[in-house]
């Protein structure tokens, strides 16, 4: 004959399920089955929340839709959480991120590029000798990772006032009403 348990949840726990349900005391947040406390961390854990949300949903047999309402998230964020624990395991919550690294501008082509910036040639031209486009070029100079030389700057030569040519100051002198 089947034992009967009696789901005993510690005061101030939410109930999730008649049998799981969790609590928050300080920073730490704890769940339980049937009163015994499987699981905590601290409340500002991301990734240990998307864990353990997955994981009761998948093993502990609560529906994404209780999971949703009881923590107060969007259904899509549960979703993606089982199908990431499904697809990945454990490790795929606590994994650093994969990025792309830099396509085109490796090191050693910002290397060649810098060398030939400072040997006084022009950004367009080492990008097009690079085979670079010249929008990534400029850019990679505006963020930094390359430094351009300062053009050389033409003093201003001080320019006289021309007076106006005589046929403007032949138009100018008649009136409108004789013309």
Known sequence: MAQLVLPLFPSGATEITPTLSFSRVDQTVTYFHSGMPIFSHDQNERAS?????????V???ATQAQLSRAFGVPLITIKRAVKQYRALGIKGFFAPRVTRGAAVLTANVLEQAQGQL?????AIAVA??????TDT????IRAGRLHALAK??????????Q???AAL???RAIPASAA
């Open 49 to 57: 929340f998307r864990y353990i949300t997955a994981q009761l949903h």
């Open 128 to 133: 097009t000798e690079l085979g670079i486009k």
């Open 152 to 161: 050389k700057k033409m003093p201003k030569t001080q320019v006289m006032p």
């Open 59 to 61: 093993t502990a047999g």
């Open 118 to 122: 400072n040997a006084g040639q022009s």
């Open 163 to 165: 007076s106006p040519p």
């Open 137 to 140: 070029f400029t850019k990679a």
């Open 169 to 171: 100051k032949l138009r």
